[in-house]
């Protein structure tokens, strides 16, 4: 409103101005009152103009927009939805859609529109065999291609077979079965993430030290993903490279032959990214390499390296893999959810060369400073072999990811807090056991502590009782001692089907779930649920529970009786890694709020996201045409 004030004043004649200063001051008291009206007038005329918009106007109006488009929006269908996003997007393109009716290329591009998945749409006329007439008289219509049989020569055609986009002919029933007037529409509904010059892992169980790597930091089998390249525009049908799927060995293979381009980078040391001619691919399941003269050898579908000559300055990587949704560390959020550092926040680089060298130097130096610090650092740090220190000797403790890094930290992490002192963690990612021992609490937001076998929190409240509270986290197994009360949210704890929450015979005292999906079971004195999945069910005293499922045991420590969750993966690092899969019972799919999947991908929407692809095949499908839907992902 100053601003404004300024604007009136300067409308009138200094002479004024200066004998209101030496007098009482009412003309500056009327005109700051003026311009506070002016300023929200101005503020309403602006949403107002925003309003004509579908893509400023209010979430409101979306609504009613997309009611008067007649769209139907029954849910949810991004986590972005609580600003009216997908909706949005769909109200706002359906009109030029629709003039656009009638081919395949606008079915796929309004059904990703809509549901915000990868779509490809396959016409049965590419993939039917045709021959020539044999009836005596001249052809009809345009020359048809050869007959439509295989060569089983064609590597490339027999490895595109169980592909949608695959145009090899196959001899089909055309009186019962997909023919040219039938179309197969193909979904990825697992998004992709692109990871930019990120440290490999050196895989110890290789035969050979310093040769076999994995694109995972953590070496973890991580599939490789294509990270999409969306169509030039609607009327094109998208093509294999724009869609967010995974890669398979044959496909990486093909891509060699045909244009020697790669959907990664892979570089030596601190040297240029390694030619897609010195590159071979292979199965590295057992890590035994074949004999190749190419540099490296790569397997796609669990995401491994290998180098025929060994690595001592380390490898580093860019490339792309999938996870349903944005949460745990990484580059899974979008930039507005990261927390940017102010213009005086203490920002540490970690490297040679710097005042801090090595991540314990940084952790230190926190530790001596309590002051909220940003890590501006990618690389994989492995600690000594006691371990990294952080706490606080007064105040608060604040160590947040910077914007776009990811550092991983292979080791445990001890977190000291002697005096009810408070420490936070924003985008790490842990390779280890953390610990902390009250009294204090920890707040852990988009972190990542890898699930692995006697991994995950170590809790110790004998002194004093600890609070943690994580958010868009994944987490391992929660072990606790004492007064412990844990509060989690839009999150995966993963104890690997056993203890999650409470292992080791100790319940935690009080345990409050919203949107989270519990790889395990849950002992605690106070369980409180919200839209969540457990798996291994619930041990002790209930409190609310509100449109979640938990598995029933007959007996305490026996197998879950009735229905069981089923997910596309349970394994970490894998695409569909607590993804509640296709075939999941309906009790299980629908036991959230109005019948929504509940869990940690709740606000993903996707039973939503199916209705609404419904809604445009039956629009957007051309006259004539039938259809089938696969779900790949």
């Known amino acids: 409103m100053s601003d404004d004030y300024e604007i009136l004043a300067s409308l009138l004649p200094a002479y004024h101005r200066e004998l209101d200063r030496a007098g009482d001051g009412a003309l500056e008291v009327l005109l700051r009152a003026i311009a506070g009206q002016w300023s929200d007038l101005r503020e309403r ?27 139907d929006d029954d849910g949810p269908s991004a986590p972005s939805d609580q ?211 190419h540099a490296v050898v790569v397997d796609p579908e669990r995401g491994r390296l290998w180098f025929h000559d060994p690595q001592p300055d380390g490898v580093t990587v860019d490339y792309a893999f999938g996870l349903s949704g944005a949460i745990g560390a990484g580059p899974t959020h979008a930039p507005s959810q990261w927390r940017r550092p102010p213009e005086d926040g203490r920002v540490i680089v970690v490297g040679p060369g710097h005042p801090h060298p090595t991540i314990g130097a940084a952790l230190d130096a926190v530790r001596r400073e309590p002051a909220p610090s940003w890590l501006d650092d990618d690389g994989t740090h492995r600690a000594p072999r006691d371990g990294w220190r952080l706490g606080a000797t007064h105040g608060s403790v604040s160590l947040v990811a910077a914007v776009g890094r990811t550092p991983a930290l292979v080791g445990d992490l001890h977190i000291e807090s002697p005096s009810h002192h408070r420490v936070e963690l924003v985008g790490l990612a842990v390779d280890g056991v953390v610990t ?23 809790l110790d409240g004998h002194r004093g009782p600890v609070v943690v509270s994580a958010s ?55 369980v409180a649920l919200d839209r969540c999945i457990v798996t291994g069910g619930v041990r002790g005293p209930d409190g609310p529970v509100t449109a979640s499922w938990t598995s029933v045991e007959a007996q305490p420590g026996t197998a879950p009786i009735g229905d069981r969750a089923r997910f596309t993966s349970e394994v970490f690092g ?37 209705r609404r692809l419904a809604q445009v095949v039956g629009e957007f499908l051309p006259a004539g045409q039938t259809l089938s839907i696969s779900v790949r992902s």
């Open 83 to 293: 600003s009216g996003f997908a909706l949005r997007a769909w109200a706002g393109q359906v009109t030029d859609l629709r003039r656009r009716r009638g081919t395949l290329g606008t079915l796929a591009s309004a059904a990703h529109v809509a549901t915000g998945w990868s779509i490809h749409v396959q016409p049965g006329s590419a993939s039917v065999a045709r021959t020539q007439p044999v009836g005596g008289g001249p052809a009809v219509g345009p020359p048809v291609r050869p007959p439509g049989s295989i060569d089983v020569r064609d590597l490339d055609a027999l490895a595109q077979l169980d592909r949608p986009w695959s145009t090899a002919g196959r001899l089909v029933d055309l009186r019962s079965g997909p023919g040219p007037a039938h179309t197969d529409l193909s979904v990825w509904r697992i998004p992709t993430f692109p990871v930019q010059q990120h440290a490999c892992a050196v895989d110890g169980s290789g035969p050979t030290p310093g040769r076999a790597h994995t694109f995972n930091p953590f070496g973890l089998d991580q599939p490789l993903h294509v990270h999409p390249v969306p169509p030039e525009t609607p009327l094109d049908r998208p093509t294999p490279g724009a869609l967010a799927r995974p890669i398979g060995r044959a496909d990486l293979a093909r891509l060699l032959r045909q244009s020697g381009t790669l959907p990664f980078t892979v570089r030596a040391g601190t040297g240029d990214p390694v030619r897609a001619e010195d590159i071979a691919v292979a199965d590295l399941s057992s890590w035994r390499a074949p004999a190749s003269p």
């Open 472 to 526: 868009r986290c994944i987490l391992g197994s929660v072990v606790a001692r004492g007064s412990v009360h844990v509060s989690v949210r839009d999150s995966i704890v993963d104890g690997r089907g056993r203890g999650a929450l409470g292992g080791a015979g100790q319940p935690v005292a009080s345990v409050d779930l919203g949107c989270v999906t519990v790889l395990g079971t849950v002992s605690a004195g106070f």
């Open 574 to 610: 894998q695409p569909g890694y607590a993804q509640l899969a296709p075939d999941c019972p309906p009790a299980i799919r629908h036991a959230g709020p109005d019948g929504s999947e509940p869990g940690v991908w709740h606000a993903l929407g996707q039973d939503a996201r199916g």
């Open 436 to 458: 902390m021992t009250g009294p204090g609490s920890l707040v852990l937001t988009r972190c990542t502590l890898v699930p692995r076998p006697r991994m995950g929190l170590a």
């Open 45 to 71: 005329v602006d949403d107002l103009y925003d309003d004509v918009f579908v893509e400023t106007c209010s979430t409101d109006l979306v609504r009613y927009f997309a009611e008067e488009l007649g769209l």
